[in-house]
C-alpha cells in the first residue's frame, strides 16, 4: 500500500495563509487530490489532481506537488474552514491520509 | 444534481454479514465511465476504499478485504450494493458509498454516510 503522511494537527488565527502537507512512501506522480471533511459529515472533494479545484470549491483553496510531496494551501483561511483535510492517492489502489485537523486560534 | 445515500443495518453482531445499499440520483451507473466505491471510516484506521463497481460491470476491490467482499449494481434502480462477510468488531465504522469522478480514482460526490456498528 501507499502509505500517506500527514501533521495530525494545526492552528492559525483567521485571515493567516495555512499550508497543509501530505507525503506518499512512494511517487504517486500528480495523482494525489484532498478532501475536507467537518464533524459529522461526509468528506468533500477540495482538489483533484494534485492542482486542480473543484467544482464549487472557493479559489482560497489551492494545491501543489507531484511525485511523493504535496501541499493544500488556505489563503485567507476562514472561520469556516475549521475541519479534518485529508489526502488521497490514486496513482496505486486508493489511499488515503489520516488526515490534519484544523483548528482557528 | 448528483445525490447519494447509504442504507444498512446499523448493528449487527460477529460473524454476520454485512449488506449496504447505495441509492443514487443524477447519473447512471449504465452511462459509459461511470463507477461507484465504497469507502469506510473508523477511528482505528482512519478512511479506507473498500471496491469500486463499474458501469460495464467491471469490479475491483481492496486486496487486504478482496475475499470477503462483493460489489454489485441494480442499473435500473439506480442503486449500489456491498456485502462484506464474517465481520467482526474491528469492521465498526461509518461506510460512505461515493461516485468516482471521470478519469481518475477519486470520488466527486459522496453519500452521507451510514454507521455500522458490530458487537455481541
Known amino acids: 500500500d501507499t502509505v500517506l503522511t500527514q501533521s495530525p494537527a494545526l492552528a492559525v488565527s483567521p485571515g493567516e495563509r495555512v499550508s497543509i502537507s501530505c507525503r506518499a512512501s512512494e511517487g504517486v506522480n500528480s495523482y494525489m487530490h484532498w478532501y475536507q471533511q467537518k464533524p459529522g459529515q461526509q468528506p468533500k472533494l477540495l482538489i483533484y489532481?494534485?492542482?486542480n479545484l473543484a467544482s464549487g470549491v472557493p479559489a482560497r483553496f489551492s494545491g501543489s506537488g507531484s511525485g511523493t510531496d504535496f501541499t493544500l494551501t488556505i489563503d485567507p483561511v476562514e472561520a469556516d474552514d475549521t475541519a479534518t483535510y485529508f489526502c488521497?492517492?490514486?496513482?496505486?489502489?486508493?489511499?488515503f491520509g489520516a488526515g490534519t485537523k484544523l483548528e482557528l486560534k | 444534481q448528483v445525490t447519494l445515500k447509504e442504507s444498512g443495518p446499523g448493528i449487527l453482531q460477529p460473524s454476520q454479514t454485512l449488506s449496504l445499499t447505495c441509492s443514487f440520483s443524477?447519473?447512471?451507473?449504465?452511462?459509459?465511465?461511470?463507477?461507484v466505491g465504497w469507502i469506510r471510516q473508523s477511528s482505528g484506521k482512519g478512511l479506507e476504499w473498500l471496491a469500486n463497481?463499474?458501469?460495464?460491470?467491471?469490479?475491483y476491490y481492496n486486496p487486504s478485504l478482496k475475499n470477503r467482499l462483493t460489489i454489485s449494481k441494480d442499473t435500473s434502480n439506480n442503486q449500489a450494493f456491498l456485502k462484506i462477510t464474517n465481520m467482526d468488531t474491528a469492521d465498526t465504522a461509518t461506510y460512505y458509498c461515493?461516485?468516482?469522478?471521470?478519469?481518475?480514482?477519486?470520488?466527486?460526490?459522496w453519500g452521507q454516510g451510514v454507521m455500522v456498528t458490530v458487537s455481541s
Open positions: 488521497q492517492q490514486s496513482w496505486n489502489d486508493p489511499t
Open positions: 461515493a461516485r468516482r469522478a471521470l478519469g481518475a480514482n477519486y470520488f466527486d460526490y
Open positions: 489532481k494534485a492542482s
Open positions: 463497481i463499474w458501469w460495464n460491470d467491471d469490479k
Open positions: 443524477g447519473f447512471s451507473l449504465s452511462t459509459y465511465g461511470m463507477c
